[in-house]
């Protein structure tokens, strides 16, 4: 079965430090894995995408995530963490079934503090 | 150029009523998907229009119906509206022949049953 897991359900940081938010996945095919963030009242904005290319992707913000397949994880990190960041994470799992299905993670809920 | 749009914002129903939410995908899209979001959890897959047709389907009842028209808008009908439906309803578009097949979502609507 594919699934996707979010080792945390909140993680608080403060301003101007590093961000990491932790994504593990289970799927018997290579898998395309993407991060969305949720702002308050707004849709899903893509922030980046593994796609069998390159295992060190970087996305919109300064966001980047590294795939690694030996550990079946997919972290989403960012050096310096901006209080625009806070807002809801998604892992995000492209089902190898086709038609672009998603498989999303419960979510990572990211407070910055000033 | 719009982005995808979604009405209402938000609606509020009572139990065994019935429910449409409409959606007008990005343009130069042809594919629309509908997601589930429950309050605190990560979206679910309801199902995929493409040519006007159901092409696949999560785990969900027939209650949740839809339909999708010539011009790739898209409805979500839910009948005999149970408490548990109260969620939030995001619709995502994608291009057939995208490459990386990255889906666009409208802000959602918000349904709250009574």
């Known amino acids: 079965a594919q699934s996707v897991t979010q080792l945390d359900s909140h993680v608080s940081v403060s301003e101007g430090t590093p961000v990491l938010l932790r994504c593990n996945y289970s799927?018997?095919?290579?898998?395309?894995l993407f991060w969305y963030v949720q702002h308050p009242n707004k849709g899903l904005q893509l922030l980046l995408k593994y796609t069998s290319a390159a295992t060190l992707v970087k996305g919109i913000n300064g966001f980047e995530a590294e795939f690694k397949k030996s550990e079946t994880s997919f972290h989403l990190t960012k050096p310096s963490a901006h209080m625009s960041d806070a807002a809801e994470y998604f892992c995000v799992l492209m089902f190898s079934g086709g038609y672009n299905k998603l498989i999303f993670g419960a979510g990572t809920r990211l407070a910055v503090h000033p | 150029d719009a982005g995808v749009t979604q009405s209402p914002t938000h609606l509020i129903k009572t139990r065994g009523q019935q429910v449409t939410l409409r959606c007008s995908p990005k343009?130069?899209?042809?594919?629309v998907s509908w997601y589930q979001q429950a309050l605190g959890q990560g979206p679910q897959f309801i199902f995929q229009y493409y040519e006007e047709e159901e092409r696949q389907r999560g785990n969900f009842p027939d209650r949740f119906s839809g339909h999708q028209f010539p011009n790739y808008s898209s409805e979500l009908n839910v009948n005999a509206l149970l408490l548990g439906d109260s969620a939030l309803y995001l619709c995502?578009?994608?291009?057939?022949?995208?490459?990386?097949?990255?889906?666009?979502f409208g802000p959602g609507t918000r349904l709250t049953v009574l």
């Open positions: 995502a578009s994608s291009p057939l022949q995208s490459s990386y097949n990255e889906q666009f």
């Open positions: 799927s018997s095919y290579s898998p395309s």
């Open positions: 343009s130069g899209h042809d594919t």
